[in-house]
């Protein structure tokens, strides 16, 4: 039988994660007094999110009624208080179609005040990364997002933890700094 606790702590914990479910993102986003960091690094997401499926489909008209307005009302309401929303989109390349359909709506969330960069999989070889998507608000917490290996979200996780965010915090600033601003990469 395997054993279920190392050093006295359930294998499956991490220190300083939270047990109850987290805040709404909304909530966590519109507390931010600074910056808040997202590191991307799947190739798909929601497979069957419908603006994705709209733009896929080449279907224009519903692709245009899908267009995400309560997320970029969001960002433009953050930002336009100061705070710097910076992400990041590890990707495979040659690169999958639901990166081609991130790649391109970026504009809109460029437009509503976000500073995203795209860093070619190939390049990230030598840095340090953890497992999952995760956000870092104002350097002192980090959400984490689980998804399934088709990308079907499945949940968020606090951290408090000091250590895993600074790691978080670190990883991602060698991340921004080996990336490629939006308006430079071309995909491949």
Not at 15 to 39: I, K, W
Not at 71 to 76: A, E, T, V
Request: glycine letters at 6%; charged letters at 30%; one cysteine or more.
């Amino acid at each position: 039988m395997e054993p279920t606790s190392v050093a006295g702590r359930d294998r499956d914990r991490i220190p300083g994660m939270a047990e109850e479910p987290d805040p709404p993102f909304e909530v966590l986003l519109r507390a931010c007094t600074s910056s808040a960091v997202h590191l991307e690094m799947r190739d798909a997401y929601t497979p069957s999110d419908p603006w994705f499926r709209a733009w896929l489909d080449g279907d224009n008209e519903e692709f245009g009624r899908r267009l995400r307005r309560p997320w970029l009302d969001l960002i433009r309401e953050v930002t336009g208080r100061g705070v710097v929303i910076r992400r990041v989109r590890v990707v495979s390349e040659p690169v999958s179609d639901y990166v081609r359909f991130e790649h391109a709506t970026t504009d809109s969330n460029i437009g509503a005040g976000e500073q995203i960069r795209w860093l070619p999989r190939r390049l990230a070889s030598g840095l340090l990364l953890p497992g999952n998507d995760y956000w870092v608000f104002d350097g002192q917490r980090a959400q984490f997002n689980y998804f399934s290996g088709a990308g079907d979200f499945l949940a968020t996780r606090l951290c408090d933890n000091p250590d895993v965010v600074r790691q978080c915090t670190a990883a991602f600033e060698a991340v921004w700094k080996r990336a490629v601003p939006h308006e430079e990469y071309r995909l491949r």
